[in-house]
């Protein structure tokens, strides 16, 4: 069973930064595509196929940055100039084909918390 396990999250002030991690039990080169999606309002806010392109939701434009290590089966995701806003669960997904559809591999999930 594929397991996807984030690191990273955690308590922050406003203006800080964080880096999500996402470990896989398997080789991501054979994960499509990866990607981190929100808990509220549930959507995906940043994701990266297995040739590293990338896409972004708007609002993470600018201060998000989604990259992978194919060596460390770990991706990763830079959040900059935190804001109270960003406070939610960010899960790790992923899908084995393909670039739409239903993710095949969740993570538990990484708590990020934003003071102001």
């Known amino acids: 069973q594929v397991q996807l396990v984030e690191s990273g999250g955690g308590l922050v002030q406003t203006g800080g930064s964080l880096r999500l991690s996402c470990a896989a039990s398997?080789?991501?080169?054979?994960?499509?595509?990866m990607g981190w999606y929100r808990q509220t309002p549930g959507k995906l806010v940043a994701g990266i196929t297995s040739?590293?392109?990338?896409n972004y939701a708007e609002s993470a434009k600018g201060r998000f940055a989604i990259s992978r290590d194919n060596a460390k089966n770990t991706m990763y995701l830079q959040i900059n100039s935190l804001a109270p806003e960003d406070t939610d669960v960010y899960y790790c997904?992923?899908?084995?084909?393909?670039?739409?559809?239903?993710?095949?591999?969740w993570g538990q999930g990484t708590q990020v918390t934003v003071s102001s």
């Open positions: 398997i080789s991501i080169t054979s994960i499509a595509f």
């Open positions: 997904v992923g899908r084995r084909a393909g670039l739409t559809g239903p993710y095949d591999y």
């Open positions: 040739t590293g392109s990338t």
